[in-house]
């Protein structure tokens, strides 16, 4: 089989891969077929733990792993029972192959169109996935084979489980490689099969998606052929549900990787750097907004290196360094970083720069003055300088 890049469909199928033993594209429907007893009822032995189903109620609502606890006092009572329910809805999908229509999710002509694909079938993976209840669509051209694979899914789901012992949120992984989606598959169905899921108490999703590559011993010789991964974050609760996407693409999976190679990680946890990493903002520009907490640091130069390295053009440096050398000629940097720090519009900080320029005996061309009061980025140059000033201060604390 292939790859559909739906992020519940090829984790499916690379629980069907771990499972069977065999490689994703080997893989044929007779295959599927002889995984649906072990598949169901390894779900229900999953279930059955009051927490975990709290996976079902945030992601796959309205299956019939859902159902079979939603009716367990009536028809569901025993074990047997509730795995045969899951077993028949398995079943029910992989005998319904037919060839009606082209399925829009793995492009075989393997749609059913006498299967209604709604609520009742794939995991109500809330709106804007398979299925947008808004558009009011009764049908979907999905074929039953991916409504199964996207259906097993479900043991590839890290639940967040907070210390309370409560499920708030899963979480999914996709990546485009495919050694990234058979390391993390091995070790989730480690946990499923080895019942310590529950154990598994989740640090913030966040923080999990920094730590992947260690987590999920992710050898450094792939990472430079991995294009991305991206975290699925779903929730439903009584607040509505939603899903979010964090995405970490090839130039933030090696710099994350450099950061935990130079023993640099703890740091850039303790000031939640990550959020800025994943939102494409300035992680030096947090840095100074928490600049008392940096200023009584021990020595975090080198993670500041590395940030910086990540974080600014080559060109824009050189003019950066260009203008400090320029404005600490003219004054010391106590008092350049309170004025820099009033300088809240353009003009004040043109102001702030021609004073210093004046007063200073370095050069700087009429172009470079130009450029740094652009006003797309003076912005990003003034918290720039700020940050090479207080990394002057604190370098002269250190050395007195
Ligand atoms: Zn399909």
Redesign the pocket.
């Known amino acids: 089989m292939k790859r559909?890049y739906n992020e519940f469909?090829d984790n499916g199928l690379f629980v069907v891969s771990y499972y069977l033993k065999k490689d994703i594209q080997d893989i044929t429907i007779n295959d599927l077929k002889k995984t649906t007893d072990y598949f169901s009822n390894l779900a229900i032995k999953v279930l059955d733990n009051e927490t975990l189903r709290n996976i079902v109620y945030t992601g796959y609502f309205s299956s019939q792993y859902e159902m079979s606890y939603r009716f367990m006092e009536k028809y569901y009572k025993t074990f047997e029972k509730r795995k045969n329910n899951v077993y028949k809805q398995y079943n029910n999908l992989l005998n319904n192959v037919s060839d009606d229509k082209y399925?829009?999710?793995?492009?075989?002509k393997?749609?059913n169109i006498n299967i209604e694909i709604g609520r009742n079938i794939i995991p109500d993976i809330v709106a804007g996935k398979f299925y947008n209840s808004a558009n009011n669509l009764q049908m979907v051209d999905?074929?039953?084979?991916?409504?199964y694979l996207a259906l097993l899914s479900i043991f590839n789901v890290i639940p967040i489980i907070t210390k309370k012992g409560t499920i708030p949120s899963c979480v999914l992984y996709i990546s485009d490689s495919n050694v990234v989606m058979k390391n993390i598959t091995s070790k989730n169905m480690d946990l499923v099969l080895t019942q310590s899921l529950m154990n598994s108490i989740q640090i913030p999703k966040r923080q999990s998606l920094i730590n992947i590559t260690k987590d999920y011993n992710l050898p450094d010789f792939i990472l430079n052929n991995i294009s991305y991964i991206t975290q699925v974050n779903f929730i439903n609760n009584k607040n509505g549900s939603s899903i979010e996407k964090d995405i970490i693409n090839n130039n933030k999976i090696l710099f994350i990787n450099k950061l935990s190679n130079t023993n640099n990680l703890e740091f850039f946890k303790k000031f939640y750097l990550y959020h800025a990493l994943l939102d494409d903002k300035s992680m030096i520009k947090s840095i100074i907004n928490q600049v008392n907490k940096y200023l009584e640091e021990g020595d975090i130069e080198n993670m500041c290196d590395l940030i910086e390295k990540y974080e600014i053009p080559n060109k824009v440096k050189v003019l950066i360094n260009k203008t400090f050398n320029m404005i600490m000629s003219a004054n010391d940097e106590d008092a350049l970083r309170k004025e820099i720090k009033l300088c809240d519009t353009i003009a004040k900080f043109e102001q702030f720069l021609l004073k210093n320029y004046e007063k200073s005996n370095q050069d700087l061309n009429e172009g470079e003055i130009y450029e740094l009061t652009n006003y797309k980025y003076w912005n990003k140059y003034k918290y720039l300088l700020e940050w090479k000033l207080i990394r002057e201060i604190k370098k002269n604390k250190g050395d007195k």
Request: net charge negative; proline share 6%.
């Open positions: 559909t469909i399925c829009i999710c793995c492009g075989e393997q749609v999905i074929c039953p084979i991916c409504c």
